[in-house]
């Protein structure tokens, strides 16, 4: 639907119609719900036996600011979450956070950004997939099903933010909510199995802990969230806004 | 020519399985293959009668992990999880057996059936936290 949504229409007065039709359909259902009743509490009460919907739309926004700089709470935190061990090989271990630190040449000013997962709308790694184990959720999330990944690694190549690590060893000691093994290709899930909970991504809990506040997760299609009112009071940009893969991940004061 | 002794083959085989058959029913050919011994389990129930269980577990599983990977549904019923907290042997340490390991529950059946099992190459089969208090 999102595709169609984006395809360049021929005829200008289209779009006009389409959006008058869609907000009249939305005000149907605004009055057919019961006084006091809002969508946005539905769709955030979600019961264990129901999906997710696209009512709902996980996103993270990082504060370089207030990120600093020599501080990787939000990777052990992550690594602690998920089970993840090095093995001395820091080129193939698997990484789903990681600190970059940025030099403008021109005038010094530094930077150091955690980059992860972008949860892209139209997320490259999911064209690329064969098997489909590359997927959205409807609620935003980017994953790998590694019950159908196989391993190819095309969704690595396709990342232009090389989010995504493979794992090379056959693995031990995994935790339950997160299964790892060999021959698969993982990612940040934005600790989705906290998130089903209610809860918040291990790294943004870690950066509130060290009291540095940089990220503050939350859903983008709740205009009372704050996240939502962070991102509409203040600049924000994507990495790689040039793609226009609308990223659920965006930095400020950067 | 060919034929005929290719049918000629054909009955002689179907003799000989028919007479270890026979071996089998009244000698006991295949008495020596024990039975599994399965563990105790903790809990009081199984989520499903155990004879639907042992014929379909994998049904349940497979469309418990569609649902919970691809829409976050997180029911407890049939997720994987709430198996291993019912069926890994707790040792008197306090410690757990993994539920793959040889004689443990799932072991042991699929050892006798011969069926490899894949699920634990990945999913931890000891319980790192509980998960199912109320089933």
Redesign the interface.
Request: with cysteine; hydrophobic share 35%.
């Given at each position: 639907m999102t595709r169609v949504m984006n395809c360049p229409d021929p005829s200008p007065a289209a779009p006009a119609r389409r959006t008058f039709f869609t907000q009249a359909g939305v005000g149907v259902a605004l009055l057919a719900l019961a006084p006091g009743v809002r969508l946005v509490d539905l769709a955030l009460a979600r019961a264990e036996d129901e999906p997710v919907t696209s009512a709902n739309r996980w996103g993270l926004l990082i504060d370089t600011d207030k990120c600093q700089s020599g501080c990787d709470e939000c990777v052990s935190a992550c690594n602690e979450e998920h089970g993840i061990v090095g093995h001395g090989r820091p080129e193939t271990d698997a990484q789903w956070i990681r600190k970059v630190d940025l030099k403008d040449d021109q005038t010094g000013h530094e930077l150091s950004i955690p980059v992860l997962c972008q949860h892209c709308e139209e997320p490259p790694c999911v064209d690329v997939c064969p098997t489909g184990a590359s997927f959205r959720r409807d609620d935003g999330i980017v994953l790998v099903d590694k019950h159908i990944c196989i391993g190819c690694r095309y969704c690595m190549m396709a990342c232009p933010f090389q989010a995504r690590s493979f794992i090379h060893e056959e693995l031990t000691g995994q935790r339950t909510h997160a299964p790892r093994g060999k021959g698969t290709v993982e990612s940040c899930t934005l600790c989705v199995h906290r998130v089903d909970k209610g809860e918040q991504p291990a790294c943004v809990e870690a950066c509130q802990r060290e009291g540095h506040d940089a990220l503050v997760f939350g859903d983008l299609n709740d205009a009372e969230d704050q996240l939502t009112k962070l991102t509409r009071a203040s600049a924000t940009r994507e990495l790689r806004p040039e793609l226009k893969l609308n990223t659920s991940v965006r930095y400020t004061r950067f | 020519m060919l034929h005929g002794l290719t049918r000629t083959g054909g009955m002689i085989r179907s003799l000989v399985v028919l007479f270890i058959f026979a071996l089998s029913g009244s000698a006991g050919l295949f008495a020596d293959v024990a039975k599994p011994q399965i563990p105790a389990s903790r809990g009081e129930q199984c989520v499903e009668p155990v004879e639907i269980m042992r014929r379909n577990h994998f049904e349940f599983i497979v469309h418990q992990?569609d649902?919970t990977?691809?829409?976050?549904?997180?029911?407890k019923r049939h997720s994987l999880?709430g198996c291993?907290d019912c069926h890994s042997t707790e040792t008197a340490a306090g410690q757990y057996l993994p539920v793959n390991a040889e004689g443990e529950f799932c072991q042991t059946c699929h050892t006798y059936a011969a069926v490899k099992i894949d699920c634990f190459?990945?999913?931890?089969a000891v319980?790192?936290?509980k998960?199912s208090q109320s089933p």
């Open positions: - | 992990r649902l990977v691809h829409q976050g549904i997180r029911t999880a291993i190459s990945c999913h931890a319980p790192t936290e998960i």
